[in-house]
């Protein structure tokens, strides 16, 4: 267990569907970040916030929403996916610290998300 | 293209040897880098970070970082089978909290 939980853990949607992805930290951190991962690819970063405000979204496509409330919750909205959105989504979370060179993240156990 | 590049394997090294992993990576504003073991299905967890070059230890690990060379690697003394996984490398510049990771290296220790 690192301290940040993920629901669900599954989940199987149509293209049509509208669903949410919800992480919450329990480790005091003041950034979360949402990344996917596919296979045979890097982990790819989508989203990240920093003190709540969203400080990075790498282009990720609008049917991604993420949002975060406060500083130990972060969900990723999904409206329209397509199939090769199925991945696994996983959640970090990390302290920032003023020389920044130590930010360490920890991620979550994720989401395998299947788009049919 | 800012990119971290690990050869994707598989590496097998027989129980008790030292597995070797290494990671290079372009971008020269790199600071600090980190080595995260993934077991098949699971989250990555982190192992250790560096960001002073030489040898950093943490028991069985080993974090090697020349920056002059732009090169990380990681080495695993006593390798068990429990530490088949597969270990990625990321990279961060100073001042970000971005990530860059690399595609990550399997690793297969032989009983």
């Known amino acids: 267990e690192t301290g940040v939980t993920q629901t669900p853990r599954h989940l199987v949607m149509g293209m049509t569907n509208k669903k949410s992805l919800k992480c919450e930290q329990h480790?005091?951190?003041?950034?979360m970040y949402w990344y996917k991962q596919s296979a045979k690819k890097p982990l790819e970063l989508m989203f990240v916030y920093s003190l709540e405000e969203r400080v990075e979204n790498n282009s990720v496509p609008s049917r991604f929403s993420p949002e975060c409330p406060n500083s130990s919750h972060l969900f990723l909205h999904l409206h329209t996916l397509q199939p090769e959105d199925s991945a696994l989504y996983l959640c970090?979370?990390?302290?920032?610290?003023?020389?920044?060179?130590?930010?360490?993240?920890?991620f979550g156990p994720g989401t395998r998300l299947t788009v049919l | 293209q800012k990119e971290v590049e690990q050869n994707s394997g598989p590496l097998s090294v027989p129980e008790g040897a030292i597995a070797s992993l290494n990671c290079t990576y372009s971008d020269r504003g790199s600071q600090s880098f980190f080595w995260y073991r993934q077991y098949s299905g699971k989250s990555p967890e982190l192992i250790m970070f560096?960001?002073?070059?030489g040898d950093k230890e943490d028991g069985r690990f080993t974090a090697q970082l020349n920056k002059a060379s732009q090169y990380v690697s990681l080495l695993i003394r006593d390798s068990q089978p429990s530490d088949s996984a597969t270990y990625l490398c990321a990279a961060q510049t100073f001042g970000n909290e971005k990530l860059t990771f690399g595609t990550g290296t399997r690793l297969t220790i032989i009983p």
């Open positions: 560096i960001y002073s070059n």
């Open positions: 970090a979370s990390s302290q920032a610290h003023t020389d920044r060179r130590t930010d360490t993240q920890y």
């Open positions: 480790l005091g951190h003041n950034a």
